[in-house]
């Protein structure tokens, strides 16, 4: 057997998801059609394929033991110049998210690994394209608003053509397994404060 590239992530729904695409797209970011507009968990980790049925349980394991929180986006922030990455901010379920990424890469599962940068849930809309391009996409969804309550998340796995394709959803157990995430999320106040970049 090989190697896979997967993912996991809470997907942005509709109709946001779709327009945040779009809006993607068109600020000229090549990846944004092959890139379902989520919250990352766990980014893209290359593992064995045979590794594959145990982090599936491993991922059932832990929604079961989840509740639904409330999610809220709001405004845009900025990883520049650290990384070209201008994102949606969480300004609701940044606790709850941090903890389940946690929980995911748990040390003792099959998925855990180090991360580049901490642990910062957001929503990308545009990565490694001109700066102009970057400036727009902050500019222009600095007002974007959009709420849900979060009830899932998915394993994705990357093809040899770059799109992340879903694999399978995760529907939360409401927290029956194992201690659940806060009630709430967090205020826009423990968001860490974004750059304007």
Known sequence: ??????GVSIAVPEPYGSLLQERRAGFGDPAAHGIPTHVTLVPPTEVDEERLPAIQSHLAEVAAGVRSFPVRLSGTGTFRPLSPVVYVRLAEGVSACAWLQERVRDESGPLVRELQFPYHPHVTVAHGIAEEAMDRAYAELADFEAAWTCSSFALYEQGADGVW????????GDGRSVSAV?????SPVDEPTPTTG
């Open 165 to 172: 394709r879903k694999l399978r959803v995760y529907e939360f």
């Open 182 to 186: 806060p009630a709430q999320g967090c």
């Open 1 to 6: 057997m090989g190697t896979v590239t997967l």
